[in-house]
């Protein structure tokens, strides 16, 4: 996620990266609530999970704006190959229990998996791909909105206008967003959905990046009837978040204890509630950061690897 710094126009705004695959992905970036609605929510109840997760990846690597240049924003650079996207969102297809797969039928597996979610995110206009003979395919990521540019959700300041969640590239550099499945990456949005609708107190503002505490009851997520009501409904089952929740317990990304008082009036609950506290911060502990200059020479770089 930029820095929102004082500028001119010739300086490059700073952003810090994570080593990943062969490349750099986002240190921190956001995406909308209301893409978790109305994309990613719909694509995991048609069992189509495994397009929310490349979206995922594809987010965190393609260009911003202010790192394009000559290039379209949302241009995923040349040194991603689809095996690579492959890992970042899936583990690798099981190996045939009478014979061993070669690695050729390998590789053709995993293009053709990315080839179908691309396909699932093309439908939904969240991606553009231009095919290209004997190539990779040039892929842009377009703005979660749909049809339009690459942007960055509440770069402007502010929450009420745009709110977003944002996202950990280190939960996809590490291999743990690989490794997830419809519970897991449904919590997973879920519980940051939640961290941003928390009140920190003395005016500061809410996270939404994962390090903060919040309770709410699992029903609150798709209840219109509950605060605050202008909110973006998340429409994830019940069943789906506990399973998500408890699996995130056991890994340590989530703790959880028992509230038996409102912590806005101190009053006791007729039923005790759980708070829960986000630990998603403690991937960052399984990969290596960048410093925001050479993450901006790793993207101009892949500006030269431009295959013909």
């Known amino acids: 996620m930029p820095e929102t710094i004082a500028q001119d126009k010739l300086t490059r705004p700073k952003t810090r990266g994570i080593e990943c695959g062969p490349g750099a992905c986002k240190f921190l970036y956001r995406i909308r609530h209301v893409h978790i609605a109305e994309h990613y929510s719909p694509l995991i109840a048609a069992k189509a999970i495994g397009a929310v997760k490349l979206d995922l990846v594809l987010r965190a690597i393609a260009l911003q ?4 240049g ?10 991603w190959q689809y095996e690579h996207l492959h890992n970042l969102a899936k583990l690798s297809p099981p190996a045939r229990r009478t ?7 390998t590789r053709h597996l995993k293009r053709k998996w990315v080839s179908t979610q691309l396909s699932n995110l093309a439908d939904l206009e969240l991606v553009t ?5 004997g190539a990779r395919p040039e892929i842009i990521v377009l703005s979660d909105l749909g049809k339009r540019p690459l942007d960055d959700p509440g770069a402007e300041g502010g929450y009420d206008d745009d709110r977003y969640v944002t996202i950990r590239g280190s939960v996809i550099a590490s291999g743990t967003l690989a490794k997830w499945g419809a519970p897991e990456v449904a919590s997973y949005l879920a519980a940051l959905y939640a961290e941003f609708y928390t009140d920190r107190g003395a005016g500061r503002a809410a996270t939404s990046d994962g390090t903060g505490a919040w309770w ?3 029903a609150w997520f798709n209840n219109p009837n509950w605060f605050p ?4 409904l998340l429409p994830f089952s019940k069943s789906l978040l506990e399973d ?3 699996a995130h317990a056991t890994a340590g990304l989530i703790s959880r204890t028992k509230l038996k008082k409102d912590p806005r009036t101190n009053q006791p609950f007729d039923t005790p509630r759980v708070k829960y506290w986000n630990h998603f911060n403690k991937l960052d502990q399984k990969v290596r950061r960048i410093a925001p200059e050479r993450y901006i020479k790793i993207v101009d770089a892949g500006a030269q ?4």
Do not use: I, Y
């Open 216 to 218: 709410r009851q699992l």
């Open 99 to 105: 014979q061993n797969r070669s690695d050729r039928a």
């Open 70 to 79: 000559k290039r379209k924003p949302g241009f995923v650079l040349w040194d």
């Open 129 to 133: 791909v231009r095919p290209r003979h």
């Open 65 to 68: 704006p202010e790192h394009a």
């Open 305 to 308: 690897t431009v295959p013909f």
């Open 244 to 246: 998500g929740f408890n």
């Open 229 to 232: 009501q202008e909110r973006v």
